[in-house]
Structures are given as C-alpha cells and as structure tokens.
C-alpha cells in the first residue's frame, strides 16, 4: 500500500458540517452516544458477570417491589369494609375508635334513640367477632360480620352465589375459599356451627383477615353477648351536618360516634403499627443490599478498567464521557435488575393470589413507577465510588508496558 | 514555526531527601512534518518527558506549547486540546480489548462528537489504508502484534492532529514488524506534516528520524546529536 494512498485516507476526516450549532449538537450527541457505547460494550463484553449480577439486583429489587406491593394490599385491605360499608357514621362503645382490633358492644335497646336523632336516615347494626378458623390443616384468620338480612354491612362484591344470607348460610372470602377449597353450595365448619356457603364474595379481606358475612342472630350467638351489637351503620339525610348527629350521639350514655374516614384512619394507622413498619424496615434493608451490590460491581468493573479509562483519559475523554459511561452503566444494570425483579415479584404476586391469598401483592402501575424511581435513584448513588476511581485514574498508566 | 516547543522541562518526584528528578531542564523544538527521535536507556526520563509534551504530567518547572497554546494538564479544556490535536502511539497498543479494530480506531473521533455512521467509515477507511482491511471487525486479542500497532497507529491518525507523540513503538514487536510499523509512522508524520516524537531506546530506529537527541539521567546531552544518515 502506497503512502500517498495513505495520506489520501487519512484527509478524508473532516468534520461533517460547518455550522456552529449543527456542529455543537453533533458533537454532544456524540459524546453521548461514545458514553453509552463504551458503557455498553463493557456490560456486554462481561455477560456472565454482569448477568449475574443483575440477577442479584433482581432479588433485592423483587423483593423491594413485593414488600411494597403487600404494604399497599395491606393498607388498602385494611379499611374496605368501612370504605365499602355505605355508612357516613359507625357509632361504638365508648373508648373503642377501630373496627379490626377492638370488641365493640353495644345494647341493642340504644339503636332506636340514635334512629330517631334528627338527620339520621337509618342505622343498620352489625355484629363482628375476631377468630382463627382451623380448615385445612390451617388456622386461618377470619373476621365474621353479622348483618341484618337486607340491610348494609354485607358483603359488597360478589364472585358468585348470592349475598344475602339466611339462618345457617355464609358468604365467604374468595381466599378463604381458594385456600380451603370451597365452593358455594360446601358446608363450612364456623367454630361450632355447620353452614352452607350461599356466595363467594371478592376483595373482602382485611389484611388477611377473611370476611365472613353471616346473619346477625348468627353472628350475635358465635359472639355470645346476647342481644348487644358491635357497631351501628348510620346513614344521614341529605344536608344533614355529621358533626351535630355525632354530638347528638355522644350524648347517649355508653356509646360515641366516629366518622368513616376517622374509623378507617384508625384502622389503618394500626395496621401500619402492627405490619407495615416492620415491612418497611426489610424494604428498607432490601435497598440498601442492591445498592450495595450494585456500587461492588460497578466499582470492580471501573477497577478491572483501569487502563482502558487511562487510555480515553490520554487521548482527550473528558470528564462527561467518562462518568456518563459510569452512569449508563449504572442504570442499564439496574434497569436490567428491575425489569427481572419486577417480573419475579408480578410472577409472586399471581402466585399468591392465585393459590395462597393470605399474603398479596398490589402491584399497581403507580407503585411500580414509584419503586422503580426509588430504586433507580438509590442505584444512582452507587455509581459515586467508581466516579470517585476514575477521578482518580492517572492516564500516565498507558505509558506501562 | 515550531510546532512543539518545550523549554526548561524539569519534573521531580518525591519531596524532600527521597526526592528523585526524572527530566531536568529538558528543552526541544519540533517542526511540522519533522520526526524527532528522542534516545535513551531505561530510566533516562524519555516517558516523563513525553508525558509533559502530551499534557498528562505536570512538569516542576518549565512550558510546554503545541502549535502556539501552552500545555497545562489541570487546564479543563486541556482534554478536548489533546483529542484534537495529538495522537498517541504506544508501547503497549493500549487498545480496548471489548471494541473491534474499527471501534478502537473510531474511539477519537466518537469522543470528538462526530456521529457513529461517520466514524465508523473513517476508521475502516484508515485501518484499510494501513493494511487492515480484512481485520476491520476483529478485537484486539486475535490480531497480532504488528496488527494490533497499526491498529494503535490508526487511532493516533484518524482524527488528523497535529502531533504525534508515540513511546516505543517498536518495543513489542519484532524487528521486521517494528521497522514496518515505524516507516508507516514516519511516513504519515512527513507527508501529513506532523511533528513527530518517537521515544526509543532502540539505536536502529534513527534511520528513520530527522534528528536525533539523546537523553541521560534525565537530561538531553549537549551537543549529542546524532547526525542522521541520508
């Protein structure tokens, strides 16, 4: 090969536009583009590595967006009853302000003088008992609501069968059907009575807790407090003020009045006492294991690079380059992980509503973009250490043999 | 005018009794198309000189400036100078082992901004030039040594600067491999009108300089230029 062909060659490379601003444009879309390439092909060049750990990001990320997909269910679970209940007040004991953990009783001789309080338009009453029911080889915890036949307070949304219940009838949870293979129409042993299922309701657990929508003398018998009711559903008249009726009932010895939304945020702020926070706390851990699985990887594969980063540094790579490199491979590395992660934890999450749904997972698009966010950040600050490497990388280094 | 001016380099390393001065008082001036042949044994201080002439070492005491602008590594714009205006040779190739020959010798011009579906031809092109033409998509660890240098050489070349600076090119390659590679360089430096730094220790490379110093402890000879045969 002639050098005059040669020197032909090399006067080919010019740049390829004279304007300013057409030439700045190019010139940081392709610094960009020389970060991710770079990036790219050091994740790829290192499959197994990098597959693997992905793989690890993965779990923690799975376990991230399950845990958090269980606090949502949990949360939101733990007020659909109330939400679903119709009911603009409950009145309780007196000292009683939740539904979930506490035994309300209320005489049953008081629900005509809180009906005939101005702007009540009607009160339904209801009767519910706390209690593991042994099915199955399980012990299964069940909420059991009595209603009154035709009233609110039954069940609200139903897979099949019927919602109404008679004497020795029940409408069931679909976990508590899924887990101890019922069907409407089976006999189910409720502590010592036999009932048939009349429906198969949805969505009718609280935290775990399985809805059993019964009829209250059923209910008041399985409670044993004679004629007395847990809670008193209170529909008001249209303009009526919930604060005057709540005052009007406040006033009646031995019971007092909350709003829905006040019940349900009792509810909830228990059920974030008692479950969520130690949820998050493992949340918690989970995030800080994937950041530092991440920051290891990143920092190892910026170290085993050394010298390739010393030799960008010694033709000209600036800064931008090079950390952008860093970063994209931070975050093609974590989106990896949570694209696996989030899968898993989808996968779990069917797995549990489907065949074991005493434990589930709401996986909402808000969530997933939320944890995703999270998750993506948090990554973020493990792609510091290897920044802070090629700081410090000497492109001296291309000068050893 | 020259194109590398260097004068009173002196670089010292350590501080105090362990203190130990790699270059002192260093000067040379380098033309455009002129090849420089920078001799010495190991140790004499050539690899620390040519780090203060490229700008990735800062020297003690003394300047440097290439084609007009003074050399200062902690100068931010310093990198994007360099990219523009030098290209390295080394004794080691210093290729990335995850790009093929094409992407290593794109690597410059990619870093300058010049989009991949220009680069890409321009490297190719450069690499054919250079003999390459059937390794184009080859990574670094199936190409040989003397393959891997013109590889080395190619990404020196492509984004056309104005300098070349390269430190023992031929150490890692056989003798018929080495004197290839060294007349391509030389050749691209003369017809280009590069100014050209070879680094060496190797006395059989002077028939291919202009000019010839020697460098000893650190220091350039006086008066030891070698006269280069015709």
Redesign the interface.
């Given at each position: 090969m002639g050098d005059d062909s040669l020197l032909e060659g090399i006067l080919q490379v010019r740049p390829t536009s004279n304007d300013p601003d057409t030439v700045r444009a190019e010139a940081w879309r392709g610094r960009v583009a020389a970060a991710l390439f770079i990036a790219w092909r050091n994740l790829t060049g290192e499959r197994r590595r990098w597959g693997i750990s992905a793989a690890a990001l993965g779990i923690a990320a799975c376990l991230v967006f399950f845990l958090e997909g269980v606090s949502a269910w949990i949360t939101d679970s733990s007020t659909a009853y109330v939400d679903h209940s119709g009911a603009r007040l409950f009145v309780a004991e007196r000292g009683i302000d939740d539904l979930l953990f506490a035994q309300s009783s209320i005489s049953r001789t008081l629900l005509p003088r809180i009906q005939a309080i101005p702007g009540v338009a009607s009160v339904a009453s209801v009767v519910t008992v706390n209690g593991l029911l042994p099915i199955s080889g399980n012990h299964l915890p069940i909420y059991v609501v009595g209603f009154e036949a035709g009233g609110r307070g039954g069940p609200w949304n139903l897979d099949s069968g019927s919602a109404s219940v008679s004497s020795g009838q029940a409408v069931i949870d679909r976990g508590l059907a899924t887990i101890a293979g019922l069907r409407v129409g089976n006999a189910l042993q409720l502590f010592s009575h036999r009932l048939t299922i009349a429906g198969i309701s949805n969505g009718t657990d609280a935290a775990g807790d399985f809805l059993i929508f019964v009829s209250l003398p059923l209910a008041q018998s399985i409670a044993g407090q004679g004629d007395a009711v847990s809670y008193a559903l209170l529909q008001l008249r249209p303009g009526a003020a919930a604060s005057a009726v709540s005052s009007a009932v406040n006033a009646i010895p031995g019971v007092h009045a909350l709003e829905t939304a006040d019940l349900a945020a009792n509810d909830r702020a228990a059920i974030v006492d008692s479950f969520d926070r130690p949820l998050q706390i493992i949340v918690l851990v989970a995030l800080v294991v994937g950041v530092l699985i991440a920051a290891i990887v990143l920092y190892t594969a910026t170290v085993e690079h050394s010298r390739d980063y010393a030799v960008l540094k010694a033709i000209g790579a600036g800064p931008g380059v090079m950390y952008g490199s860093a970063v994209a491979q931070c975050v093609v590395l974590s989106i990896c992980g949570l694209l696996l992660g989030l899968a898993v934890a989808a996968a779990l999450s069917f797995v549990f509503f489907t065949w074991y749904p005493l434990l589930q997972s709401e996986l909402t698009p808000g969530l997933i973009g939320a944890v995703s966010l999270v998750v993506l950040a948090a990554n973020l600050c493990a792609v510091l250490l290897p920044i802070r490497h090629l700081r410090r990388v000497d492109p001296q280094e291309v000068f050893k043999a | 005018m020259s194109v590398i001016v260097a004068s009173g380099l002196t670089r010292v390393f350590g501080r105090g009794p362990n203190a130990v001065t790699a270059v002192r008082g260093a000067g040379i001036q380098v033309e455009a198309g002129e090849v420089l042949l920078l001799l010495g044994p190991s140790g004499s201080g050539k690899?620390t000189l040519?780090?203060m002439i490229?700008g990735?070492?800062t020297p003690t005491s003394g300047s440097v400036t290439i084609a007009g602008r003074t050399i200062d590594p902690a100068d931010p714009s310093m990198?994007?100078?360099?990219?523009?205006t030098?290209g390295?040779v080394?004794?080691?190739f210093?290729l990335?082992?995850?790009?093929t020959a094409t992407?290593n010798v794109a690597?410059?011009?990619?870093?300058?901004?010049?989009?991949?579906r220009?680069?890409s031809p321009?490297a190719a092109?450069?690499l054919?030039?250079?003999?390459l033409g059937d390794r184009l998509h080859l990574k670094p660890g199936v190409l040989s040594g003397g393959e891997r240098q013109r590889v080395s050489l190619a990404?020196a070349?492509?984004?056309?600067p104005r300098v070349i600076l390269a430190?023992?090119p031929t150490?890692?390659l056989d003798t018929a491999t080495g004197r290839e590679a060294i007349r391509?360089l030389t050749?691209?430096a003369r017809?280009?009108g590069l100014a050209c730094v070879v680094v060496t220790h190797d006395t059989r490379l002077i028939e291919f300089a202009d000019r010839v110093l020697h460098l000893e402890d650190g220091r350039i000879l006086e008066g030891a230029e070698t006269p280069v045969p015709v």
């Open positions: - | 690899t040519v780090s490229g990735l070492l990198p994007a100078f360099r990219l523009r030098v390295f080394f004794q080691s210093n990335l082992a995850s790009l992407e690597v410059p011009l990619r870093l300058r901004g010049v989009p991949r220009h680069a321009q092109s450069m054919e030039q250079l003999g990404r070349l492509v984004g056309d430190d023992e150490a890692s391509l050749a691209r017809q280009g």
